[in-house]
Each structure stands twice: as structure tokens, then as C-alpha cells.
């Protein structure tokens, strides 16, 4: 994959790192302006470089923590074109509780599925305890084919 020029990349994460300062005080409108900011700093097509996954994962999160959960969706849903993006455990984890928390609970057992899958049960370990007990609300519907060894058979 081609990399970012180190001029760019390096004004990416500074503004990131701002931003990051803002949201760890919970200041998450000044948060975002600094990781809008670093999105305009990448290059067209956008989706190619693998700095738009962290990016809008940051916006995505800053979203999320800040309840603004139509925004998270759509901003996860746009990290997940990005490289890199499908299977991170925490990227489905956050789209999966915007979706929750907008009520599309098909759409959110499915992302934090993804979540558990990837990351397993210590993904959820800081969050809100009643993520996990929705997943398992849903996870105990799914069926698993029970095959015998030898499974060729």
C-alpha cells in the first residue's frame, strides 16, 4: 500500500493528537474540529489511505462519546470503506453502539458480534455493561452446525 508523503502524515497526527487531548477532557466539539481538520489534510481519493480509517475512527468515537450517535453511524459506517477498517474490534464495537442506541438492534447485534468476534469479551470490559448484555440477548439465536470429526464425512 502506498504511504503518505511524512509531511502529511505527520500534520495528521499532530492535529489528531490535539484533538485526542480535547476529547480525553471531554471537549468533544474541539475535538472534532481538529480531526475534520486532519481529514482535510488527506489526500483524494480519501478511502485509499489508511490514515482515513484512524481518522474517522477518532471522529467516530468523539461521535459516539459525545451522543451524537446519528453521526458515529455514519461516520463509522464511512471508516469501514477505508483500509484496514473490517475486523478492527473497536471500530465495530463503536458503530455497533450507535446502532444500538438508535434502535437498529439487527444492525448493532451484528457490529458488536463483529466486536466480540475479534476482539473477544475484553472489548467490552470499559463500556457500558449493557452492550454486552444485549449481545448476549441475541447471541444465544444463533446456531452453530454441530459436525462430526471426520467433518468430510
Known sequence: ?????????GKIQDLCARGDEHAQARQFVEALKFYWSAWDVIPEPKAHWEAATWVLAAIGDA??????????????THAMSCPGAIGNPFLHLR????????????????????????????IFK????????????????????????????
Not at 500500500?1 to 502524515?9: A, I, S
Not at 438508535?102 to 475479534?118: F, K, T, V
Open 63 to 76: 461521535n459516539f462519546l459525545d451522543r451524537d450517535y446519528v453521526a458515529g453511524r455514519d461516520n463509522l
Open 126 to 153: 470499559d463500556q457500558d455493561p449493557k452492550y454486552l448484555a444485549f449481545l448476549k440477548t441475541r447471541a444465544k439465536d444463533i446456531e452453530v452446525p454441530k459436525k462430526k470429526w471426520p467433518f468430510w464425512k
Open 95 to 122: 458503530l455497533g453502539q450507535c446502532q444500538l442506541e438508535l434502535g437498529d438492534a439487527d444492525r448493532a447485534a451484528d457490529e458488536l458480534m463483529r466486536a466480540y468476534m475479534s476482539g473477544g469479551a475484553d
Open 1 to 9: 500500500m502506498e504511504q503518505l508523503p511524512e509531511e502529511l502524515h
